[in-house]
């Protein structure tokens, strides 16, 4: 059905492309980023730092701008691969999912420290707040990519404690073509299908296009929790998205609308309990997103004005296997393993209203009010061969009996979000000196009902709140044409999730919701940026950052969402961008210290000054060389090696994945040749050398998690 869905997508898309009237094609008067020099390219103008236009030198924080001249000519297919490549972010992997860690902070399944942004408006999964920033949010419509490194609660709200990745989508008046065939396809049972096209009216102009990724995944062979024997580590997936993008124009101008589809299933790999799946399982989640949005058109307006309202829905549909056949836990025999069943879904309505006024003088304020109202109507089927309302244990003869709701303590009560900010950035004193002062206030509430009340009567719904101001300031100094340098402090925080506050009746994941805490980030952060020569800018941050009470799975209470430790780190970036003629590329290191920290969760030892769980070092070098019809780039990853913490050892452990993880490197290529004005063909080749790298598996098990393998795939562009 799914494969019937993604051909009657194609053909709609390719039947909009070619039954477009020819109308007069606007022409794009900015210059391809391949003539512009080194220096106008680090002079390119981001919006996410303030919300207003400004060169990257300029920003109020330490951010990255990525072209979709560059996501081409390197092969990359995801945010992962855009975000790795970048200073302070690194790829780390819990169960199934590769999730990003930060500065020297590991980054769990939920994946939901980094705000991810398309076109300004909030893309976290409302279930378990997690940013998709692997292949299951494709790259086929983007026009840029900027990439926040550090705090941005002050202007954004809760999740954006690491950082910020804001997609910048395509417009018709963007593309060259009236559509755009990609198709890739390599080893490892891979194939990648991308369609873009656009089309402009007198009144309209809309861009549609279409994702389908699938693969059979890294294969290998490794051990799980119970230690016995090696099995293979299925890591096949697929995903399909849909994107639609219509604007207004003439009288409608300024307003757009937007609708995002997609779809994906998976495998567990090791298992959700760490063990390997003795039965098959039927991960499928979904989700669809549609915002509308009055924009201001003319941003050199004084006054500018945003409405938003942008309404998700997240589905799963799993079929989970959680211990094998004969599987003993706490005494208690799994005669025929444990599988839990699950179909539900989440909804999630976001509206923003936002004003700002330009002075004059290049003086602004910005302030803004925004809300979200989360609801949960029950589950549409949860069964399982465990008493997981009771006991947890076995069924009588392998019966699957009907569960309590995922969402129990919930009680089909709505969760709101409220968020009121203000920013005010100053003149350019002497042309040289600007501060931006920013705070916001946010408040989350909601009703639950305490399941497990075991005194006498009925509980009555009880009253929980969050509440904290997250403020900012950033002062910018510019030397001369040359050196800017930026001294930055904020803080921001994260709400713990519906996931992680509401969770029952399931083995899952569990509620903790008296206890946990919202997270708190306190980060400083002093940086510069030099042209060192025409073809040579570099670029320095240094940062200390303080991380109290992160949240994440406890494995000594059966994955119940806990604070688990406060963490201080202190760290420094370094990167070179560099362009002479037709070559241009970039070179970055990142070093990272722990200092302190605070254990609370007690399985975990601690370990105050030694950073354990990422790399203490990462480093990339890229390269691209443009020559008559061919492009050429390289790029080298080198991830550091990675400490574990002592009560994640012992001597059998230690005796089969090592006492740490080792250090590595890999080779990307892409080489491609454009023979005609509409086709490119080109070979994509990843891990060339078939490093065998391993990504940390945190705690005490037998086993870390392996980096694919060497990877290549034909790439083939039609430009029609």
Not at 15 to 36: G, H, W
Not at 697 to 718: C, E, P, S, T, V
Request: overall charge negative; some cysteine.
């Amino acid at each position: 059905m799914k494969k019937l869905i993604c051909i009657l997508h194609c053909v709609l898309l390719i039947s909009f492309s070619l039954s477009a009237q020819d109308v007069q094609e606007e022409k794009n008067t900015e210059e391809p980023p391949y003539i512009l020099s080194l220096e106008e390219l680090m002079d390119i103008s981001v919006v996410t730092a303030s919300k207003f236009e400004q060169p990257i030198k300029d920003a109020p924080s330490t951010i990255s701008l990525i072209s979709r001249d560059k996501i081409i000519k390197y092969g990359w297919l995801s945010g992962n691969e855009i975000l790795s490549r970048l200073p302070g972010f690194s790829i780390s992997q819990d169960y199934d999912r590769k999730t990003v860690s930060s500065r020297g902070v590991y980054e769990g399944w939920n994946n939901n420290h980094l705000l991810m942004l398309i076109d300004g408006v909030p893309m976290n999964d409302n279930m378990y707040g997690t940013a998709f920033t692997w292949e299951i949010t494709p790259l086929v419509f983007m026009r840029s990519v900027e990439v926040i490194r550090g705090p941005g609660s002050a202007l954004y709200g809760s999740n954006a404690t690491n950082g910020v990745i804001s997609y910048n989508t395509l417009s018709a008046k963007d593309l060259k073509k009236k559509a755009e065939i990609r198709y890739r396809v390599g080893n490892q049972g891979t194939h990648v299908f991308d369609l873009l096209t656009g089309h402009e009216t007198e009144h309209v102009s809309f861009v549609s296009a279409f994702n389908f990724y699938q693969t059979n995944g890294h294969n290998y062979k490794s051990l799980d929790a119970s230690d016995d024997e090696e099995h293979t580590i299925n890591e096949s997936r697929s995903n399909y998205y849909l994107f639609n993008k219509i604007e207004g124009k003439g009288n409608l101008e300024g307003f757009s609308l937007q609708h995002h589809e997609q779809a994906w299933e998976y495998t567990t790999g090791h298992g959700w309990l760490f063990h390997v799946p003795d039965q098959p399982e039927n991960m499928n989640e979904n989700r669809r997103l549609i915002s509308l949005r009055y924009k201001t058109p003319d941003p050199s307006k004084k006054f500018n004005h945003e409405y938003l309202m942008r309404y998700q829905r997240h589905g799963v549909d799993w079929n989970v296997r959680l211990f094998p056949n004969d599987f003993t836990s706490g005494g208690v025999n799994y005669q025929y393993g444990l599988t839990e069943l699950l179909n539900t879904h989440t909804s999630d309505i976001f509206s923003r209203v936002q004003w700002s006024y330009g002075a004059d003088n290049k003086s602004s304020i910005l302030g803004g009010v925004e809300h979200s109202y989360f609801f949960y109507g029950g589950d549409d089927l949860h069964f399982s061969n465990a008493n997981l309302n009771g006991d947890f244990g076995p069924t009588t003869g392998n019966q699957f009996i009907e569960v309590g709701e995922y969402f129990a303590f919930l009680n089909r009560h709505p969760m709101h979000n409220l968020g009121i900010y203000g920013q005010y950035t100053s003149p350019k004193f002497g042309d040289k000196f600007q501060a931006t002062l920013g705070v916001r206030y946010d408040f989350a509430s909601f009703m639950f009902n305490d399941i497990y009340y075991d005194g006498p009567g009925t509980p009555e719904d009880e009253q929980l709140s969050f509440d904290k101001l997250s403020p900012r300031l950033s002062l910018v100094y510019s030397v001369n044409k040359k050196l800017t340098l930026k001294a930055m402090a904020g803080q921001a925080f994260r709400t713990p999730s519906p996931s992680e506050l509401f969770g029952s009746n399931t083995y899952l994941l569990g509620s903790n919701i008296r206890e946990l805490r919202p997270e708190v980030i306190t980060t400083i952060e002093f940086g510069s940026d030099l042209q060192l020569t025409q073809n040579l800018n570099w670029r320095f941050n240094a940062f200390s950052t303080k991380f109290e009470d992160q949240i994440a799975y406890s494995v000594s209470n059966f994955n119940l969402s806990t604070n688990l430790y406060s963490l201080t780190t202190i760290g420094i970036e370094n990167e070179i961008h560099f362009k002479v003629g037709k070559l241009d590329g970039f070179l970055n290191h990142s070093f990272v210290e722990r200092i302190d920290e605070v254990i609370i969760d007690p399985t975990i030892s601690e370990s105050k000054d030694k950073l354990t769980w990422v790399p203490q070092q990462l480093g990339n070098l890229g390269a691209n060389y443009s020559f008559s019809q061919f492009t050429l780039s390289m790029q080298v990853h080198c991830q550091g090696s990675v400490e574990r913490r002592d009560s994640d050892r012992d001597a059998s452990a230690d005796s089969k994945r090592g006492a740490s993880v080792g250090s590595w490197a890999s080779l990307d290529m892409r080489a491609a040749y454009q023979p005609f004005d509409f086709l490119e063909i080109g070979l994509v080749g990843t891990n060339l050398t078939n490093t065998k790298g391993k990504l940390l598996k945190n705690n005490l098990y037998a086993f870390d998690y392996q980096i694919a393998g060497r990877f290549i795939l034909l790439d083939i562009r039609l430009m029609l």
